[in-house]
Structures are given as structure tokens and as C-alpha cells.
């Protein structure tokens, strides 16, 4: 297990009764959900995962009438000490430079999420270096929330990337962010989360390795696009953090803090508070799959609540979903981050309320039903 400050157990004492809050799926409103749906003009199941959402939308809101017009993207950023054992094609300075690129509204996020109808709200919580200064298009640029907790993690070969404290800091962010977006006035039905930090994917695999008990080897892959030599060499980095830290799967706040992310961190409590409020989740891929693994270790019945927005072709990606049990909506050969599958999801699960509510029942189209 890894060392650290000591705990602020009260941080921890708040953050686990606001899990042992969570309740299972609403069963009463996903039936009366499936009953509707087999009473439209179509054979029962004909509409497949369309209507597999619309379902677990009921259960995850309590509502049979589930509504996803608020729709929003929290990206959140933050750097990695790793980074600089070269684990990455890009230099660490381009994690500033995107948040810049986010708040322009010029990044593929900020395109995906406009075709949606979906807010772009950027959260630094660990961004090493100062943010370029952009003037934000006020009708489409990106909102950008300051919660720096420290200027990126410790290198996690050296010890543990940060504090347990500072874990626990960044999930609550993640929590203020989700209630932030509920009460401002637009509201928040749906909620996409994404990241941007340069050495992610290092720490996304660590936590893979960890929390599913795979070989570090079958859940790296190349990231950023790091040539094969390169991913040999973020391996070793990895089984050397590893090694490092002992990270202990029974603990998943010392497993975050010993070799995960400030911004993985702030996802987790997005997952958290979402899930208290009633808020359905649209994971992104690889690296908020991570985020996904630490919030399930934390309170298993989150898990039924999170919906699977793509699979990447980050191999680790494969085996967190396999592991959380979580089907993915899309598989477009994406690798990108920033919530970009996220996003793109979000059209399908659109779609699935159109069909729920748009379609006419077999009765109200004089139809005759099946036999």
C-alpha cells in the first residue's frame, strides 16, 4: 500500500456515506418504462440497445419519462509527474495548451458536443504550467472552472503520484462541479465526462492492472502514438510504479493515489454525485473507464448506473469494460479522449428518448398488435 500524508478522515467519512446514499436502478420505473415501449408500433426488443437505454435511463432517474435536454461534457485536465520518464509522444506542455484550445471552442470536443446540444465544462485540477490566455466565443466557447489542487502529480515511480487527502480533494471538485451544473439555472439531465492530461493513458493503465487484476502488458497500448519501443518502455515504467507503490486493490483511494491522476480523480466524483442526483453518466474511453474502475471498487452500485459511450482501441479499454460488465454503444476506432465517444454517444441515447416518446403506441395508431 502506498504512504502518504495522513488521512482527513473526515473527507473520507463524508465521502462514504454519500456512497452508501446510492441506491440500485428503479425497478418499478424501468418496468413501467418496458411496458411502454412494447406498446409501440414495432416487434417487442426490434429496436435493440435503443431501447436497452431507455430502460436503464428509468432505473438510473427514478423516471419513466426520463429527460436528456440538459446535456453537458465535463472535461477535466491535469498533468502527470510520469510524463517525464517519456511515456508520451507529446511534451507536457500541451496539456495547458488544450485547455486553452478547449476554452476556444477549436478542439474536437467542442465540435462534438455543439452537434449534440451539449455545454463544454473544463475543470483544472492539476494543470502544471499556466494557461495560454484565449477569448472564449461566448456562444461557444468552453467554461473553464479553476480547482487546481497541485501543479500535476509526483512522478508515481518515486513514490505515490499524490496525497490521499489530495485524492480525496480532487473527488470532491468533481462532486462541486455536478452540483454546480444542477442548480445554474440550465440544469443537468445528462453528463458526459472526458479528460486531457498528457501521460494519462500511463496512469489509466496502471489502475487497469490493478483494479482487474490484468497483466500490465495486456492493458497498455500506445496512447498518443508512441512508436513499439516506446510502449515497451511504459511498461517497464508502469511495473516499476507498481512495484514502487504496492498499491493494495481493497483500498481504491490508495490505489487512485498511488498511481492515478488528479483529473482521474475529479471523475470519479462526477460519477459520484451524478449518480446521487439522479444524473445518467456517459463514460468516454480509456482513461474515464479508469476513473469508472476506482468509483465501482468504491461502491459497486454505481456500476449499473454508468453507460459505456464507446470502446477505444486502447487495449486496456477492452478489458475495464469486460470487467465493469458495460457494453459499449459505439465502436468508432477512436483514441482521442476529451469525452469525444462521450459525446457522439450522446446522439444514440437522444435517439432512444425520441423513440420512447415520439413513437406512436399500436392502439393510439389503430394497428393491430401482435397475437
Request: glycine share 12%.
Amino acid at each position: 500500500m502506498s504512504h502518504d500524508a495522513p488521512t482527513d478522515t473526515g473527507a473520507e467519512g463524508a465521502l462514504r456515506a454519500a456512497l452508501d446514499e446510492i441506491e440500485p436502478l428503479d425497478a418499478d420505473a424501468m418496468a413501467v418504462a418496458a411496458a411502454r415501449i412494447d406498446l409501440l408500433t414495432k416487434p417487442p426488443g426490434s429496436l435493440g440497445r435503443l431501447e436497452v437505454l431507455a430502460i436503464q435511463l428509468a432505473g438510473i432517474t427514478g423516471r419513466p419519462d426520463a429527460r436528456v435536454d440538459a446535456r453537458a461534457i465535463i472535461v477535466a485536465a491535469a498533468d502527470h509527474g510520469v510524463a517525464r520518464q517519456g511515456v508520451s509522444a507529446y511534451p507536457a506542455e500541451v496539456t495547458a495548451q488544450m485547455v486553452a484550445n478547449f476554452v476556444a471552442c477549436g478542439a474536437a470536443i467542442n465540435a462534438l458536443a455543439g452537434s449534440v446540444g451539449a455545454r463544454v465544462v473544463v475543470v483544472d485540477t492539476g494543470v502544471a504550467g499556466a494557461i495560454p490566455p484565449v477569448t472564449p466565443d461566448p456562444k461557444r466557447g468552453g467554461t473553464l472552472i479553476s480547482a487546481r489542487i497541485r501543479p500535476g502529480t509526483a512522478d508515481m515511480t518515486d513514490g505515490p503520484a499524490m496525497t490521499r487527502n489530495e485524492a480525496l480533494t480532487a473527488i470532491a471538485t468533481g462532486r462541486r462541479v455536478v452540483t454546480a451544473l444542477r442548480g445554474d439555472g440550465i440544469g443537468l439531465d445528462l453528463v458526459g465526462i472526458g479528460e486531457m492530461g498528457i501521460g494519462n493513458t500511463t496512469a489509466a493503465s496502471a489502475l487497469a492492472a490493478v483494479f482487474t487484476g490484468t497483466p500490465v502488458e495486456a492493458v497498455t497500448g500506445h496512447g498518443t502514438g508512441i512508436d513499439d519501443a516506446g510502449r515497451i518502455r511504459k511498461i517497464a515504467v508502469i511495473e516499476t510504479a507498481l512495484a514502487r507503490n504496492r498499491p493494495d486493490p481493497a483500498d481504491p483511494l490508495g490505489v487512485l493515489a498511488a498511481v492515478g491522476g488528479l483529473e482521474i480523480a475529479v471523475l470519479v466524483g462526477v460519477i459520484v454525485e451524478a449518480a446521487l442526483q439522479g444524473v445518467p453518466v456517459v463514460l468516454d474511453g480509456f482513461i474515464s473507464g479508469s476513473a469508472a474502475l476506482v468509483a465501482v471498487a468504491l461502491e459497486p452500485r454505481l456500476g449499473p448506473r454508468l453507460i459505456a459511450g464507446h470502446r477505444s482501441t486502447e487495449p486496456g479499454h477492452r478489458v475495464i469494460l469486460q470487467h465493469l460488465g458495460l457494453v459499449p454503444i459505439l465502436e468508432l476506432d477512436l483514441r482521442l479522449g476529451e469525452a469525444s465517444g462521450a459525446a457522439l454517444a450522446m446522439a444514440v441515447i437522444v435517439a432512444a428518448v425520441a423513440m420512447r416518446d415520439e413513437m406512436a403506441s399500436f392502439d393510439s395508431a389503430g394497428i393491430a398488435g401482435p397475437t
